[in-house]
C-alpha cells in the first residue's frame, strides 16, 4: 500500500516538473520573439513614416499607384504611406493631361504617376534635388559672367592657283607659230622671258609704207609717216614693236612674246608652225607670287567671317611655319550636301613652296566683340524649339529657364537674354535635372508661357511594329528615337484622315512612320506606309 502511494508522488512530482518545463521553455522563446518583433515594429513604423514623394523615381510613382488601385485611392483622398493628399495622376511622358484615378496611361506602355500636394515641385516652378542626390550625379553649378566673346573659327581646305594671278596670250594678228620657247606644261619661266615668234605677213606691207614715208622728203612726208604710224597700230602692233622699227630702219614681221611675270605655263595651246588668227589664245602664264587657300566653313560660323580678317594657315609640306594672310571673300555659294559655305583666303609664297592641292588647316581671328553674359555651351539644353538651362537656386531647387543665345565659340556662347549676372546655372547633369523637371510637369509650364499659340513641332521618323488600333488610334512598338531622345516603348499615336492611310493595315505589319509631338496630347502621324521588304527589325 505504502509502495503503491510513492509511486503515485513519484509519477506527479514527474508531470509538475515535465510542465514546469514547458512553461519555461514557452518563456524563454517568447522572451527570444519579443526582441525581433519589437525591433520590427520599430522599423515598420519607422519605414512608414511619412515620406517626400516628390524624391520618388519613376518606378516608385508606377508602385504607388498600383498600391491606390489595391486600396481604392484616387484624386482627393489621402495617402496613407505619403500622409499627403493626392492631387491627380499624369503621363511623366506627357505632362499636360491630368487624370482623376490611377490606371494605366492611355498614351505609353506604363502606368501613372500620382502627383500630391506640398510635394517638392507640384505647385512651383522648381524642382529640389537634396545635396546627396546632387552628390551623386555629379552636379555641378558655374556663376553666369561678363565677357568677350572672340571668335575663332577652325576650317580645313586646299592650296590653289590665284585666279588673279593667270594671264592669257592671245595672237594680236594673224601669222604662223615659228618657234617656241617652251616646250610643255608647267614648264617655268622668269618675267621677260622670251614664250614663243610669231610670223606676221600682214606686217610688211604697212612697215614698207611707214619706211617709204621715212625716205621722202617735203611738205606732204610727215602726214604721210604719221599716216603709216596709224595703219601699223591697226595692223595689231605694239608701240614697242613701232619704236623698233623706227630704230633699226627695216622690216620686223616677227612678234616675239615674252612673259609679263613670272611664273609657269599652265596651259600651251599651239605648236610650231600651227597658223593662228586674231585674237585667238596661245597659252596661259600662272603667276605663283600668291595662292589661294579655300577653306569649307559650317554655315553656322560663316555668319562670324567678313573680308579682311586675319587669317593663319599651317601646312603638312611646312612643318613647324605658321602662314600668315587675310581673308579675301566668302564665296556666296552653299553646299547643300554638307551644309558648309567656302571661304578664299589670300596667302605670300615669296619662295613657291605652297602649290596647288596641298592640305591647310585655316584659323579665322575675328576681333572681339561687345561685352555680353558668357555662359559655358555645356550648360545648355537645346530642344530643337528653344535653349533651356536649368537655373540653381536657394536649398537645392532648380528651375528650368529658357534663354536666348548669340554667338557661340570655344566653348563659349553669348547670352542676349534670360540670365542675369551672377545667377548659377547647372552645367553638369542638367539632363538629369531636366528630366526630373519633365516628369513634373515643369517643361510643359515653360513651354505654355513661352509658346501660348500652338505651333507645329519638327517632325520625327521611326520604324515600327504594329500592336493594335482602338478609335482613331494605332498602338506601335518602336524602337529607340535619337531625336526626341525616347527609349524603345510601346505607345499610341493619334492616326491622320483615313484617305492617307494604306489599306488593310493589320497587327504586326512593320511600318514606316512619321510623326511630330503635340503638348498635351498624343503624338500626330502625318504620314504612315508600309515598310520595304527586307528592311532591317
Known sequence: MKTHALHRLVRWLIGALVLVSVAMVGWWV??????PAAQ????????????????????????????????????????????????????????????????????????????YAGSEGADSGSVNVSSRIQQNLGLRTVVVGEGRLKTEVLAVGNIAWSQREQTLLSARATGFVERLHVRAELDRVARGAPLLEL??????????????????????????????????????????????????????????????????????????????????????????????????????????LHAGMAVTATTPALPGETLKGELQALLPVLDAGTRTQRARLVLDNPRERLVAGQLAQMRFHSEEGETRLLLPSDALIRTGQRNVVMLAEADGHFRPVEVELGRESDG?????????????????????????????????????????????????RTEARIAGFKDGLITLDHPPIASLQWP????????????????????????????????????????LRRAAPGAPR
Not at 517568447?30 to 526582441?35: H, K, L, N, S
Not at 526630373?436 to 517632325?459: F, I, Y
Not at 524603345?488 to 511630330?516: C, I, Y
Open 30 to 35: 517568447g522572451r527570444q520573439g519579443v526582441g
Open 199 to 304: 610670223y606676221v605677213p600682214d606686217w610688211v606691207a604697212v612697215q614698207e609704207d611707214y619706211l617709204a614715208a621715212l625716205r621722202m622728203q617735203g611738205p606732204g612726208a610727215a602726214s604721210l609717216r604719221e599716216g603709216a604710224l596709224v595703219r601699223m597700230r591697226q595692223a595689231g602692233m605694239s608701240n614697242e614693236q613701232i619704236d623698233s622699227v623706227v630704230r633699226a630702219g627695216q622690216l620686223q614681221p616677227r612678234l616675239t612674246l615674252r612673259a609679263p611675270h613670272a611664273g609657269f605655263v599652265s596651259e600651251l595651246l599651239v605648236r610650231e608652225g600651227v597658223t593662228v588668227t586674231l585674237g585667238m589664245p596661245l597659252l596661259r602664264l600662272q603667276g605663283t607670287r600668291q595662292v589661294w587657300a579655300e577653306a569649307e566653313v559650317p554655315e553656322s560660323q560663316a555668319a562670324g
Open 488 to 527: 524603345a516603348m510601346v505607345m499610341d499615336f493619334r492616326l491622320p484622315p483615313p484617305d492617307r492611310l494604306p489599306r488593310n493595315l493589320v497587327t504586326g505589319e512593320r511600318v514606316q512612320v512619321e510623326f511630330r509631338e503635340q503638348d498635351g496630347e498624343l503624338p500626330l502621324i502625318l504620314d
Open 40 to 115: 520590427t515594429l520599430v522599423d515598420s513604423t519607422s519605414a512608414g513614416a511619412p515620406q517626400d514623394p516628390g524624391q520618388w523615381s519613376i518606378a516608385q510613382g508606377e508602385a504607388a499607384t498600383r498600391r491606390h488601385l489595391r486600396d481604392g485611392l484616387k484624386a482627393g483622398d489621402q495617402d496613407p504611406q505619403t500622409g499627403r493628399r493626392i492631387l491627380y495622376y499624369h503621363d511623366p511622358m506627357v505632362p499636360g493631361r491630368q487624370f482623376d484615378a490611377p490606371a494605366k496611361s492611355p498614351f505609353m506602355d506604363m502606368m501613372l504617376v500620382p502627383r
Open 412 to 460: 563659349q556662347v553669348e547670352l542676349l537674354a534670360g540670365l542675369q549676372v551672377g545667377q548659377r546655372v547647372v552645367v553638369s547633369g542638367q539632363f538629369l535635372v531636366d528630366s526630373e523637371a519633365s516628369l513634373r510637369g515643369l517643361q510643359a509650364r515653360l513651354n505654355q508661357e513661352a509658346q501660348p499659340v500652338q505651333t507645329v513641332g519638327a517632325a520625327h
